[in-house]
C-alpha cells in the first residue's frame, strides 16, 4: 500500500519542516504547504517538491534574464557595468542598494542611461565635442584672422564682423537646448 501513495502517506504530526534559508511567510512556501496537508504528504515528499518548485522557479529567472539581458544588445555587459559604476559612485551604499533592486531589466537599465545623459554636462566642441551648427573652429579661426582690403583684421575695424564671430563661437559652444522628459 504505501508503494502505491508514495509521499502521500500522511502528513507530520508537528507539521513540516521549514526549508533552511526561507521565511515561513514566503508565498510559495504556504501554497506547497497548504497542498501538503491537503494531500496527506510526507515530510521527505514535501522536500522534494520544494526542491522540484525551486529549482523550476531558478530555471525561468535565468531565462528571464537572458533575455533581458539580449534586449540590450551586444554590450549589454559594457551598459549595465556602466549603469551599475554610475550608481555606485553618485550614491551612498543605502540608496545605491535600493536603486539597484530597482534595476531589473532593460527598460530599466535605459531609463538610468537616459537620466544620465540628461543630466551630464555638456562636452564642448572644443573639448572633442560635436557642434550643434556644424561648424568647426577652423570656421571661426578663418573669420576671426580676416582681413579687409588694406591688409587689417577685419574684426578690428568692423563691428558687425566682430559680432558675427562673437556669434559663431556662442553658437559653436552649444547652447544646449533644453529637452523635456515627460510629457
Known sequence: ?????????????????????????????????????????????????????????????????EQEISKLGDNAGERIKNVEGFLKNNLDSTDYD?????????RSIELVEALVKATSPVKLPIDGGESPTGMTWADIETEMFKKSGDGQLLRSVDISHERK???????????????????
Open 1 to 65: 500500500m504505501r508503494k502505491k501513495f508514495g509521499g502521500f502517506t500522511g502528513a507530520p504530526k508537528d507539521g513540516y519542516a521549514g526549508i533552511e534559508g526561507i521565511e515561513s511567510d514566503d508565498a510559495l512556501l504556504q501554497e506547497l504547504t497548504e497542498f501538503a496537508n491537503k494531500t496527506n504528504m510526507s515530510q521527505e515528499a514535501f522536500g522534494d517538491a520544494w526542491e522540484l518548485l525551486s529549482a523550476q522557479g531558478m530555471a525561468v529567472e535565468e531565462v528571464s534574464r
Open 98 to 106: 535600493q536603486v539597484m533592486n530597482l534595476v531589473t531589466d532593460a
Open 165 to 183: 564671430i562673437q556669434k559663431m563661437m556662442q553658437d559653436f559652444g552649444g547652447n544646449k537646448p533644453h529637452t523635456r522628459i515627460f510629457g
